[in-house]
């Protein structure tokens, strides 16, 4: 381990973190904004729920194209004035989606969005580890949460604001877009300072005795494990609201305040993540959550709507509470490589489950929408995949 990760002199930057983490939660408004709103979409422009499954794909892949691609370069050439500009570019597709006039329009508002997020996340990522202080699971945890709190004020903001307003008014929220803009420069006049004084070279870097074969089969793995985790996530996300609208005869509103208490509880989940992840390892964390969370998601189908509240606040805590510790335990395996874990993991993971989105929306135009669930249930299965993963002591010489 790196002395300057552990040293006096690394301290926790708190007020850094606090406000990556109040920008994340504005990038991620924005996204979930942009799921909270398919009702209204569906009814304005007669979509489909595959149309719907492609704009999430149109949205995720976007992001998971770029994002790995943003953490190579970056991981050798610092931008850090490239976090306003993709909060710039969320603002533009905010705009389209409010003012669009087809569904091609749709689409490149959300891929606008996309392209936003792939900017954003490898280098917040890298903000977040440097302002750490050696606290890498709790600053992950802080960071991401405010992404999950944004998550699940987006289907709220929907509620009161879109649906009562009408579509124009989604063009609102490119002013908290626009106050992002505004945090993130200072944010990157704060770690260009830290760049130059060469702090951010050797900052948080471990060491380890893993060949580089077993170091990929385990980021594959890592990323298979993301994979399930999002493809359920989203499911929720794309499509809860008409399951519950479905099997319960819910209108809207109360639609998105279902689908509100499992974002807030992956929220809580993502802190809690972190948290234990510091005090016990991410590798126990990874375990419990994915593979913990299977008897509640097999369950979720088949219960009352009073039930299904409950399983969606206990599955949303132990479903989020992985991902934290699956970045530091990434982050550990590749030393050095911030922005590729970053890009990898927010970004091509997150793609994956944009392509589940498509064909799980297809599934549903097919099957019903009971019937993708009842399928969904399964994915945390392939936690086991746990196993192939090297233990903690392995990765410190």
């Not at 440097?130 to 509620?159: D, E, K, M």
């Not at 494990?225 to 479905?246: G, H, Q, V």
Request: proline share 5%.
């Amino acid at each position: 381990m790196t002395l300057a990760a552990t040293s006096p002199a690394a301290r926790t930057s708190w007020l850094v973190l606090i406000a990556i983490s109040f920008c994340h939660l504005i990038n991620d408004i924005m996204q979930s904004l942009l799921a909270a709103i398919y009702p209204l979409l569906a009814l304005e422009f007669d979509l489909s729920f595959w149309q719907i499954g492609l704009m999430t794909f149109a949205f995720q892949v976007t992001a998971s194209l770029l994002q790995p691609l943003v953490g190579l370069v970056t991981d050798k050439h610092p931008m850090p004035q490239s976090l306003p500009v993709g909060m710039g570019s969320t603002i533009c597709g905010l705009v389209l989606l409010a003012m669009a006039s087809s569904y091609s329009g749709l689409l490149l508002g959300a891929m606008l969005i996309g392209i936003g997020s792939a900017i954003f996340h490898p280098e917040s990522s890298r903000v977040a580890r440097l302002a750490s202080g050696g606290r890498f699971g709790t600053a992950q945890s802080l960071f991401q949460v405010g992404g999950n709190f944004g998550s699940a004020l987006g289907p709220l903001l929907a509620a009161f604001i879109v649906v009562p307003l009408g579509r124009p008014s989604v063009a609102i929220f490119a002013l908290l877009a626009f106050a992002g803009v505004v945090i993130l420069n200072r944010i990157g006049a704060w770690y260009g300072a830290l760049a130059r004084a060469s702090v951010a070279r050797g900052l948080g870097r471990t060491t380890h005795a893993l060949s580089r074969n077993r170091v990929v089969w385990a980021i594959v793995v890592l990323a298979v494990l993301t994979f399930s985790k999002n493809a359920y996530t989203a499911s929720i996300a794309s499509y809860y609201t008409f399951f519950l609208m479905d099997r319960f005869d819910l209108g809207i509103v109360p639609a998105q305040q279902m689908l509100f208490l499992f974002l807030a509880a992956t929220a809580v989940g993502v802190m809690l993540g972190g948290l234990i992840g510091d005090r016990f390892g991410p590798l126990v964390v990874i375990w419990g959550s994915i593979v913990g969370v299977l008897p509640f998601t097999l369950v979720l189908p088949y219960v009352g709507l009073g039930m299904t509240a409950v399983l969606s606040v206990v599955i949303g805590v132990i479903i989020a509470s992985a991902f934290p510790a699956i970045v530091v335990y990434a982050q550990m395996l590749m030393p050095g490589r911030i922005g590729l874990v970053a890009g990898i993991f927010f970004g091509f993971a997150f793609g994956m489950g944009g392509i589940a989105a498509v064909v799980l929306g297809v599934l549903a135009d097919a099957r019903g929408i009971a019937w993708v669930y009842q399928i969904c249930a399964f994915l945390p299965m392939l936690g086991f995949m746990t196993i192939f993963l090297p233990r903690r002591a392995l990765l410190t010489p």
